[in-house]
């Protein structure tokens, strides 16, 4: 095998992963954005960037599939690629959850919040930066901050069921937010999907790095 030019058609697929990361990093952070300032018009913008997320997770798995075929790769070369493929389609679903926030953010244009939420804010600012986090121990193949983006699920997990807890008070007490109130329940749940979403990165990078397999490991 000529390993340099196995290296360089790695090095390709490294380069389409970042820029993949990179294009998702910016939906989430548009979408994040999007629904602090309730901005319709930036919702829609990042929804427009869906097609683009979709065409680039589809020629990333073909570039995989590509190597696979060609090189027939072992050991660290077949880790290489297939963590390639696992995080080519958490970036994609990742990019799916942005599009979902900024539709809630245009169900939600036109009315009233039901109050404001302290935990939200909190949950938005934790699920970017484990997904700036996660994204980075990857570029660096960094398992030490890959291993600290996993310790941060739990958290993410209360948050959510804190916002859901209150929003399902504020229902109950009164009957007609219900229509306010469920955008921004869905929404919560967007975020802690991105996060677990994250999560998985991370955990593919430290399989990348170690060759540990910590997925579904407390």
């Keep these: 095998m000529n390993e340099r030019i196995i290296d360089k058609a790695l090095n390709d697929l490294k380069i389409e992963i970042l820029r993949m990361g990179s294009i998702v990093e910016k939906v989430i952070g548009q979408s994040m954005q999007a629904l602090k300032d309730r901005n319709p018009d930036l919702a829609r913008t990042t929804i427009d960037f869906d097609p683009t ?97 996993r310790t941060r699920d739990d958290e993410v997990d209360r948050l959510r069921d804190a916002i859901q807890n209150e929003l399902v008070r504020i229902m109950q007490a009164k009957p007609d937010t219900i229509d306010h109130a469920i955008p921004l329940l869905l929404v919560a749940r967007h975020l802690e999907r991105i996060c677990d979403h994250a999560t998985n990165i991370a955990e593919d990078v430290v399989y990348l790095v170690e060759a540990s397999m910590v997925r579904h490991q407390p």
């Design 53 to 149: 997320i979709n065409a680039l997770e589809i020629r990333i798995y073909e570039q995989c599939i590509q190597l696979l075929a060609r090189y027939q790769p072992e050991a660290g070369d077949l880790r290489f690629i297939t963590m390639a493929m696992l995080i080519n389609n958490d970036l994609e679903r990742m990019g799916d959850l942005a599009v979902n926030i900024c539709e809630r953010v245009l169900e939600l244009a036109d009315k009233p919040l039901v109050k404001p939420l302290i935990d939200l804010p909190a949950l938005t600012e934790l699920t970017r930066w484990m997904v700036t986090s996660s994204l980075h121990a990857y570029t660096q193949q960094d398992p030490v901050l890959a291993r600290s983006v």
